[in-house]
Nanobody, 126 residues
């Protein structure tokens, strides 16, 4: 069982940057695929970015809406996954969740993730 705790959300002006962190408990963090998802008010949860487990190559994937602006990375020594968000837009406003896939896939489908954090609010003002 892994527990996830997100941090780093806040209020930022359009064009600004934030870095989200997701700290995971447990000794097997490197074997998990990790993803970031977000949910805006009145909308469904959507995929943002993912990174596969180290043994799967640590490959990354991004939603088209964030490509070139967001970067996902992981530090297995710190049991932490990050989401660096640059050039933020008002439409990036949402609650951001990190999630862990025990099979290490790091896929865009939320249904493949067994563990979820509580979320952190990101608000981008225009």
């Amino acid at each position: 069982q892994v527990q996830l705790v997100e941090s780093g959300g806040g209020l930022v002006q359009a064009g600004g940057s934030l870095r989200l962190s997701c700290a995971a408990s447990g000794r097997t963090f490197s074997t998990y695929g990790m993803g970031w998802f977000r949910q805006a008010p009145g909308k469904e949860r959507e995929f943002v970015a993912a990174v596969t487990a180290s043994w799967r190559g640590g490959n990354t994937d991004y939603a088209d809406s964030v490509k070139g602006r967001f970067t996902i990375s992981r530090d297995n020594a710190k049991n932490t996954v990050y989401l660096q968000m640059n050039s933020l837009k008002p439409e990036d406003t949402a609650v951001y969740y990190c999630a862990a896939d025990p099979l290490g896939r790091g896929a865009p489908s939320a249904g493949l993730y067994d563990h979820w954090g509580q979320g952190t609010q990101v608000t981008v003002s225009s």
